[in-house]
């Protein structure tokens, strides 16, 4: 669970209904998704990256006080650095990237494994492909974001209704 946590997204608020800022409502998506797997790695991102610990049944808030303002947005380095043949990448972003000399963040991860992505700005999609294959892109955040990734996963071998 990558968290951005650069300069960008701490500018505006999540949205027009909401005092919360996108660095931290990504963080507080990213720390309940972490608390409710069996087995996660918390990744805040910027400049720089870094684990954020948390141990299970701790309370998201206190988890949140662990996540600093880290500049800028080096995606591409976070996953490099992070990735361990996990079986799966989220990512929580406004897609504000801004180190593509540095190449495709997701093109570190291998094809087999899903990525999905929350863009929370809307934001043109700006670092990867999205949309085809085992990479999927969603726009926003909502209580609905919770079930996304199990009803992709469900879908990919679920068997039709009549066969049995």
């Excluded at 726009?139 to 068997?159: H, K, Q, W």
Aim: hydrophobic share 35%; no cysteine; glycine share 10%.
């Amino acid at each position: 669970m990558l968290v951005d946590r650069s300069g960008s997204m701490f500018w505006s608020r999540l949205s027009d209904r909401s005092e919360l800022n996108r660095a931290d409502a990504a963080a507080i998506f990213g720390t309940a998704l972490a608390l409710r797997a069996e087995s996660a790695d918390l990744v805040e991102f910027g400049s720089t990256s870094d684990r954020v610990t948390f141990r299970r049944g701790e309370s998201v808030l206190k988890v949140l006080d662990r996540f600093g303002d880290l500049g800028g947005t080096d995606t591409t380095e976070a996953v490099r650095r992070h990735y361990k043949r996990h079986d799966r990448v989220l990512i929580v972003t406004d897609e504000q990237y801004t180190h593509h000399h540095r190449g495709d963040p997701v093109e570190q991860i291998p094809a087999d494994v899903p990525v999905y992505t929350w863009n929370l700005a809307g934001h043109r999609a700006g670092h990867g492909p999205l949309g085809s294959g085992n990479r999927h892109t969603f726009g926003g955040l909502s209580d609905a974001a919770f079930r996304m990734v199990p009803l992709i996963e469900a879908s990919r071998n679920a068997d039709w209704p009549w066969v049995g």
